[in-house]
Protein backbone atom coordinates (compact mmCIF):
# COMPACT_ATOMS: atom_id res chain seq x y z
CA UNK A 1 0.00 0.00 0.00
CA UNK A 2 2.06 3.40 -0.85
CA UNK A 3 -1.29 4.93 -1.46
CA UNK A 4 -2.66 6.90 1.45
CA UNK A 5 -6.13 5.10 3.05
CA UNK A 6 -8.52 6.16 5.53
CA UNK A 7 -9.36 2.99 7.57
CA UNK A 8 -10.25 2.32 11.35
CA UNK A 9 -8.21 2.39 14.18
CA UNK A 10 -6.19 -0.58 14.78
CA UNK A 11 -6.73 -2.73 18.22
CA UNK A 12 -4.79 -0.85 20.79
CA UNK A 13 -4.85 2.45 19.35
CA UNK A 14 -4.59 5.44 21.80
CA UNK A 15 -7.14 7.32 20.12
CA UNK A 16 -9.55 4.62 20.53
CA UNK A 17 -10.48 5.73 23.92
CA UNK A 18 -11.17 9.46 22.76
CA UNK A 19 -13.06 7.98 19.83
CA UNK A 20 -15.59 5.64 22.57
CA UNK A 21 -16.58 8.81 24.43
CA UNK A 22 -17.76 10.28 21.47
CA UNK A 23 -14.97 12.40 19.58
CA UNK A 24 -14.69 12.64 15.95
CA UNK A 25 -11.93 10.45 15.04
CA UNK A 26 -10.45 9.79 11.34
CA UNK A 27 -7.12 7.23 11.11
CA UNK A 28 -5.09 7.42 7.52
CA UNK A 29 -2.48 4.66 6.98
CA UNK A 30 0.34 4.32 4.15
CA UNK A 31 3.21 1.44 3.68
CA UNK A 32 6.63 2.07 3.78
CA UNK A 33 9.13 -0.79 2.53
CA UNK A 34 11.20 -1.29 5.07
CA UNK A 35 11.70 -0.88 9.09
CA UNK A 36 10.61 2.53 10.39
CA UNK A 37 10.92 3.18 14.55
CA UNK A 38 8.29 5.05 16.33
CA UNK A 39 10.98 8.00 17.08
CA UNK A 40 11.72 8.28 13.40
CA UNK A 41 8.55 8.58 12.35
CA UNK A 42 7.49 11.11 15.19
CA UNK A 43 10.69 13.12 14.18
CA UNK A 44 10.18 12.92 10.53
CA UNK A 45 6.47 13.93 10.59
CA UNK A 46 6.86 16.97 12.62
CA UNK A 47 9.83 18.34 10.71
CA UNK A 48 8.81 17.70 7.02
CA UNK A 49 8.33 21.45 5.12
CA UNK A 50 4.34 20.76 5.58
CA UNK A 51 4.24 20.37 9.26
CA UNK A 52 6.92 23.83 9.24
CA UNK A 53 4.46 25.49 7.92
CA UNK A 54 2.02 24.59 10.89
CA UNK A 55 4.87 25.76 13.36
CA UNK A 56 5.29 29.20 11.27
CA UNK A 57 1.48 29.95 11.79
CA UNK A 58 1.34 28.77 15.33
CA UNK A 59 4.27 30.87 15.92
CA UNK A 60 3.08 33.69 14.75
CA UNK A 61 -0.21 33.54 15.76
CA UNK A 62 0.15 32.09 19.20
CA UNK A 63 3.31 32.76 19.86
CA UNK A 64 4.48 28.88 20.16
CA UNK A 65 7.60 28.91 18.49
CA UNK A 66 9.75 25.68 18.04
CA UNK A 67 12.68 23.12 16.78
CA UNK A 68 13.36 20.44 14.88
CA UNK A 69 15.66 19.58 17.74
CA UNK A 70 12.12 19.70 20.27
CA UNK A 71 10.82 17.80 17.61
CA UNK A 72 13.27 15.07 18.03
CA UNK A 73 12.94 15.24 21.48
CA UNK A 74 9.57 14.78 21.31
CA UNK A 75 10.12 11.59 19.73
CA UNK A 76 12.93 10.35 21.52
CA UNK A 77 10.64 10.84 24.83
CA UNK A 78 12.67 13.71 26.01
CA UNK A 79 9.83 16.08 26.03
CA UNK A 80 6.18 16.31 26.47
CA UNK A 81 5.29 19.13 25.01
CA UNK A 82 5.72 20.75 21.73
CA UNK A 83 4.47 23.62 19.92
CA UNK A 84 0.93 24.09 20.69
CA UNK A 85 0.19 19.95 21.84
CA UNK A 86 1.17 17.99 25.08
CA UNK A 87 1.83 13.95 25.55
CA UNK A 88 -1.42 12.91 27.00
CA UNK A 89 -0.56 9.15 26.58
CA UNK A 90 2.89 7.22 25.13
CA UNK A 91 3.24 3.23 23.95
CA UNK A 92 6.55 2.15 22.57
CA UNK A 93 4.93 2.11 19.06
CA UNK A 94 2.57 5.78 19.34
CA UNK A 95 1.79 8.80 20.49
CA UNK A 96 -1.02 10.47 21.35
CA UNK A 97 -0.79 14.55 21.49
CA UNK A 98 -3.51 17.01 23.30
CA UNK A 99 -3.68 20.86 21.97
CA UNK A 100 -3.58 23.83 24.55
CA UNK A 101 -6.93 23.96 24.57
CA UNK A 102 -8.17 20.67 24.48
CA UNK A 103 -10.37 20.53 21.61
CA UNK A 104 -8.17 18.55 19.02
CA UNK A 105 -5.90 15.51 19.44
CA UNK A 106 -3.17 14.30 17.42
CA UNK A 107 -1.85 10.94 17.21
CA UNK A 108 0.84 8.91 15.46
CA UNK A 109 1.32 4.91 15.56
CA UNK A 110 3.66 2.50 13.47
CA UNK A 111 3.16 -1.39 12.69
CA UNK A 112 5.62 -3.37 11.48
CA UNK A 113 4.95 -6.07 9.68
CA UNK A 114 7.90 -8.98 10.38
CA UNK A 115 7.17 -11.00 7.44
CA UNK A 116 7.57 -8.17 5.22
CA UNK A 117 10.32 -5.92 6.44
CA UNK A 118 7.30 -3.26 5.87
CA UNK A 119 6.07 -0.71 8.18
CA UNK A 120 3.06 0.83 8.52
CA UNK A 121 2.60 4.63 9.39
CA UNK A 122 -1.05 5.68 11.14
CA UNK A 123 -1.76 9.40 11.65
CA UNK A 124 -5.18 10.16 13.29
CA UNK A 125 -6.82 13.04 14.79
CA UNK A 126 -9.75 13.89 17.30
CA UNK A 127 -11.82 16.69 17.64
CA UNK A 128 -13.34 16.78 21.31
CA UNK A 129 -17.34 17.64 21.22
CA UNK A 130 -18.43 20.75 23.04
CA UNK A 131 -21.86 20.71 25.25
CA UNK A 132 -24.25 23.18 23.81
CA UNK A 133 -25.21 25.71 26.69
CA UNK A 134 -28.76 26.46 25.08
CA UNK A 135 -29.59 22.59 24.06
CA UNK A 136 -27.09 20.59 26.17
CA UNK A 137 -26.39 18.60 23.05
CA UNK A 138 -22.67 17.85 22.08
CA UNK A 139 -21.29 18.90 18.66
CA UNK A 140 -17.96 20.36 16.98
CA UNK A 141 -19.06 23.20 16.73
CA UNK A 142 -19.41 25.54 13.75
CA UNK A 143 -15.76 26.33 13.35
CA UNK A 144 -14.71 22.32 13.97
CA UNK A 145 -17.09 21.20 11.37
CA UNK A 146 -16.52 23.69 8.80
CA UNK A 147 -13.19 22.76 8.25
CA UNK A 148 -13.52 19.10 8.64
CA UNK A 149 -12.63 18.50 4.55
CA UNK A 150 -9.83 20.35 4.69
CA UNK A 151 -8.46 18.72 8.04
CA UNK A 152 -8.70 15.31 6.00
CA UNK A 153 -7.26 16.60 3.13
CA UNK A 154 -4.77 18.09 5.15
CA UNK A 155 -4.00 14.99 7.00
CA UNK A 156 -3.55 13.21 4.10
CA UNK A 157 -0.52 15.33 2.66
CA UNK A 158 1.00 15.58 6.66
CA UNK A 159 0.99 11.62 6.71
CA UNK A 160 2.57 11.81 2.60
CA UNK A 161 4.90 14.28 3.10
CA UNK A 162 6.60 12.22 6.56
CA UNK A 163 6.41 8.95 4.34
CA UNK A 164 8.73 10.98 1.53
CA UNK A 165 10.83 12.72 4.53
CA UNK A 166 11.72 8.83 5.73
CA UNK A 167 11.87 7.23 1.94
CA UNK A 168 14.60 10.64 1.75
CA UNK A 169 16.86 10.40 4.65
CA UNK A 170 16.56 6.67 5.23
CA UNK A 171 15.95 6.88 8.92
Known amino acids: MTA ?3 CGLPAGALLRRVADAGAYTDCY ?17 YTTWVFKLERLILRLLVS ?9 QLALGERDDFVAWSVEAR ?7 ADF ?12 DDGSGSTRLYFGS ?7 RKTGRASLGTVHSALLG ?8 LL ?6 LLRTGK
Open 160 to 165: RAARSR
Open 150 to 157: FHKLYSQL
Open 91 to 97: APDQLLL
Open 64 to 72: RPSTDAEAR
Open 101 to 112: VGRTKSWLMVAR
Open 4 to 6: IVA
Open 126 to 132: AVVPVRD
Open 29 to 45: AVEIPRAVSHAAYVEAF
